[in-house]
């Protein structure tokens, strides 16, 4: 067994080929799990398919949700007898999952070797690099993913400084630390090389990027430099805050051609006393208000938010604030949740989970029925209409991909339209994706 950073006590086998990455949680849990990836080929290993077949396993964990934190452990004990099967095999445990201390995790799960926090690679790296004799600093470059897809991720500020009381993620990924802009203008410019046709830069508090950097460049300077980035067709941008999207952001949205009109702008609740508990800075006016100061600069912008129900203490009545909000908004998306109690958090330890399971359920049930009846109404919209669809895959004999406001769109064509812009029009709506034919 080792440490969070040593990798001193793992037997030296000769084999190191292969590698599989096992990923759950947000966008920013992909984004490491692409890094780490091409780390590991630019160390000369080939990704595998099955855990079983390869000589390093990573599972990228996630603990926002108690469902998430459960199947990261499933995937960890079904581990057991392949590691006993092949004890070279190397086994790490990375993501929000990994607190600074692993004490109580290599109880839990002694057939583990390594234990990461998220963007600690440098742990597993250097034992790859022991196993093959190598110096990994000096093989490892640009971690941009070797063999990108259409669409790719790239982290540009992580952590958070924000602790609402029901969020774990700044006890795992630390405080807000961004990354200097020539080095993610230099990233987004080799993906482009690499035929990425649309970058989506991540944040937990995206739209806080640059307040902690010398030169204190904001999103709206990065939007700008990637703005000018040859073959990059779109960029978009997650996860927003409210008490950060500032008037310059938004009017770099409406104003730079290839920043894309839509944007996530998660509320958690529409009552302020539960805002409050929650420690979101904002009224649920406030939040109102930037909406439709959103909503006046950016000509047809798609809006989604995130929603949390059953958050402790909530009443039936200040559940209902939040359905009203919901219904006067008239947001693209909602992503709900149910509210799940995470160890240390400020939640957990001072305020009872009290709305029962069955009552959250209800809630988060009522709330996506409302969401799929005005997800249809907006989608209905574009009957007959054109769109721009930039083309991302292919699936169930329909090619995929998503207009300039994130809508989901299939459309069937013989050609290959892998990374092309289609324009579609439309003849089918529904509540989560529109069909059509290529023009």
């Given at each position: 067994?080792?440490?969070?950073?040593?990798?001193?006590?793992?037997?030296?086998?000769?084999?190191?080929?292969?590698?599989?990455?096992?990923?759950?949680?947000?966008?920013?849990?992909?984004?490491?799990?692409?890094?780490?990836?091409?780390?590991?080929?630019?160390?000369?290993?080939?990704?595998?398919?099955?855990?079983?077949?390869?000589?390093?396993?990573?599972?990228?964990?996630?603990?926002?949700?108690?469902?998430?934190?459960?199947?990261?452990?499933?995937?960890?004990?079904?581990?057991?007898?392949?590691?006993?099967?092949?004890?070279?095999?190397?086994?790490?445990?990375?993501?929000?999952?990994?607190?600074?201390?692993?004490?109580?995790?290599?109880?839990?799960?002694?057939?583990?070797?390594?234990?990461?926090?998220?963007?600690?690679?440098?742990?597993?790296?250097?034992?790859?690099?022991?196993?093959?004799?190598?110096?990994?600093?000096?093989?490892?470059?640009?971690?941009?993913?070797?063999?990108?897809?259409?669409?790719?991720?790239?982290?540009?500020?992580?952590?958070?400084?924000?602790?609402?009381?029901?969020?774990?993620?700044?006890?795992?990924?630390?405080?807000?630390?961004?990354?200097?802009?020539?080095?993610?203008?230099?990233?987004?410019?080799?993906?482009?090389?690499?035929?990425?046709?649309?970058?989506?830069?991540?944040?937990?508090?995206?739209?806080?990027?640059?307040?902690?950097?010398?030169?204190?460049?904001?999103?709206?300077?990065?939007?700008?430099?990637?703005?000018?980035?040859?073959?990059?067709?779109?960029?978009?941008?997650?996860?927003?805050?409210?008490?950060?999207?500032?008037?310059?952001?938004?009017?770099?949205?409406?104003?730079?051609?290839?920043?894309?009109?839509?944007?996530?702008?998660?509320?958690?609740?529409?009552?302020?006393?539960?805002?409050?508990?929650?420690?979101r800075p904002y009224t649920s006016d406030e939040y109102r208000e930037l909406v439709?100061?959103?909503?006046?600069?950016?000509?047809?912008?798609?809006?989604?938010?995130?929603?949390?129900?059953?958050?402790?203490?909530?009443?039936?009545?200040?559940?209902?604030?939040?359905?009203?909000?919901?219904?006067?908004?008239?947001?693209?998306?909602?992503?709900?949740?149910?509210?799940?109690?995470?160890?240390?958090?400020?939640?957990?330890?001072?305020?009872?989970?009290?709305?029962?399971?069955?009552?959250?359920?209800?809630?988060?049930?009522a709330v996506d029925e409302l969401q799929e009846s005005i997800a249809s109404e907006?989608?209905?919209?574009?009957?007959?209409?054109?769109?721009?669809?930039?083309?991302?895959?292919?699936?169930?004999?329909?090619?995929?991909?998503?207009?300039r406001s994130d809508k989901l769109v299939f459309f069937p064509d013989d050609v290959?339209?892998?990374?092309?812009?289609?324009?579609?029009?439309?003849?089918?709506?529904?509540?989560?994706?529109?069909?059509?034919?290529?023009?």
């Amino acid at each position: 067994m080792v440490s969070e950073t040593s990798t001193g006590n793992l037997p030296h086998y000769g084999r190191m080929e292969t590698f599989y990455i096992w990923t759950i949680g947000c966008q920013m849990n992909k984004a490491d799990s692409e890094r780490l990836g091409s780390a590991l080929e630019q160390l000369g290993l080939q990704e595998v398919e099955r855990a079983g077949d390869a000589d390093v396993v990573v599972l990228n964990s996630c603990v926002v949700r108690q469902s998430a934190e459960d199947k990261v452990a499933n995937n960890l004990f079904q581990m057991r007898p392949v590691k006993k099967q092949r004890p070279e095999q190397v086994l790490a445990l990375m993501g929000c999952m990994v607190g600074p201390k692993a004490d109580d995790l290599q109880r839990r799960f002694p057939h583990v070797d390594l234990f990461m926090r998220p963007q600690q690679y440098e742990p597993l790296l250097e034992l790859v690099g022991e196993r093959l004799a190598v110096d990994w600093e000096g093989c490892v470059g640009s971690l941009a993913p070797l063999h990108p897809e259409v669409t790719s991720y790239v982290p540009i500020i992580h952590g958070c400084d924000l602790m609402c009381t029901f969020c774990i993620i700044p006890y795992r990924r630390g405080r807000q630390v961004s990354r200097p802009v020539d080095e993610v203008v230099r990233e987004v410019s080799l993906l482009s090389e690499r035929g990425v046709k649309e970058v989506t830069v991540l944040g937990q508090t995206v739209d806080a990027y640059g307040h902690d950097l010398e030169e204190r460049p904001d999103l709206a300077d990065l939007l700008t430099r990637l703005n000018e980035v040859p073959g990059l067709e779109r960029i978009r941008f997650l996860t927003s805050h409210p008490s950060y999207m500032s008037r310059r952001i938004v009017r770099a949205v409406a104003d730079l051609p290839k920043v894309c009109e839509h944007i996530n702008l998660p509320v958690q609740a529409g009552d302020d006393e539960v805002l409050r508990r929650m420690r979101r800075p904002y009224t649920s006016d406030e939040y109102r208000e930037l909406v439709s100061s959103i909503r006046e600069t950016i000509p047809n912008v798609s809006m989604s938010t995130d929603l949390i129900v059953g958050f402790p203490g909530e009443t039936e009545e200040q559940y209902q604030q939040s359905v009203s909000l919901l219904e006067e908004l008239r947001f693209d998306k909602v992503h709900c949740a149910a509210y799940s109690t995470r160890p240390g958090t400020i939640a957990d330890r001072s305020m009872p989970d009290d709305v029962p399971s069955e009552e959250k359920t209800r809630r988060m049930k009522a709330v996506d029925e409302l969401q799929e009846s005005i997800a249809s109404e907006i989608n209905a919209q574009y009957l007959g209409t054109t769109v721009e669809v930039l083309v991302d895959g292919h699936k169930r004999g329909k090619w995929q991909g998503r207009t300039r406001s994130d809508k989901l769109v299939f459309f069937p064509d013989d050609v290959d339209r892998l990374g092309q812009l289609v324009n579609v029009q439309i003849e089918k709506a529904g509540s989560w994706s529109l069909q059509g034919v290529p023009l």
